[in-house]
């Protein structure tokens, strides 16, 4: 059997965020894996702007990543009780690429933020957008990771125990789901 493919999409630009962490936790966990993360780092959503020069070559990139990904992992910050404008313009741009790369593919979703719910509604409206896509999204165990900043150590790797072991089940449901 191949080793899957993961990608991991953040909802966060920054290069040390705790979701970038959390993703790569993820990764880790999945093991083995080949695992790559999206640059979201893209144009805002703009209408005349698809009609004048098409899809963005950086979104046409990240909807062939998903697409040809065996499983995708996304992690969101919580921004004013809901998912990051970022990840949002993402899945804006990405649904205007033919076909749907999301059809059926297996989702896990996560958050990670300063608050102590951790990101809980950030991550029930991330599942929502997600609706229209029809991707398999896995229902559990949800990782709403609280107080993010002070999770992990200078390595990356998560402290707690309890929320390793959450996300080590969720990564092997995840497995399981990709076939694999």
């Known amino acids: 059997m191949s080793q899957p493919t993961l990608l991991g999409l953040s909802g966060s630009l920054r290069k040390d965020a705790t979701n970038r ?23 805002l959503y703009d209408g005349d702007l698809e009609d004048a020069e098409g899809i963005p070559a950086s979104v046409q990139m990240l909807a062939d990543q998903i697409g040809q990904a065996d499983a995708v992992i996304i992690s969101t910050p919580e921004y004013n009780k809901g998912p990051s404008g970022v990840l949002k313009n993402a899945l804006d741009w990405v649904s205007r690429t033919k076909g749907n790369p999301w059809a059926s593919k ?3 979703v996560m ?6 719910a951790g990101g809980e509604r950030a991550q029930m409206i991330l599942r929502a957008c997600m609706v229209p896509f029809q991707p398999r999204i896995l229902q559990g165990p949800e990782i709403h990771l609280a107080d993010s900043s ?25 497995r399981a789901e990709a076939g694999f």
């Open 21 to 43: 962490k959390l993703l790569r936790e993820a990764a880790r966990l999945f093991d083995p894996v080949s695992y790559a993360e999206a640059d979201l780092n893209l144009p």
């Open 106 to 108: 297996p989702v896990a």
């Open 111 to 116: 958050s990670a933020a300063g608050g102590r």
């Open 150 to 174: 002070n999770e992990f150590d200078d390595q990356g790797r998560l402290l707690s125990e309890r929320y390793e072991n959450s996300l080590h089940m969720l990564m092997q449901k995840l």
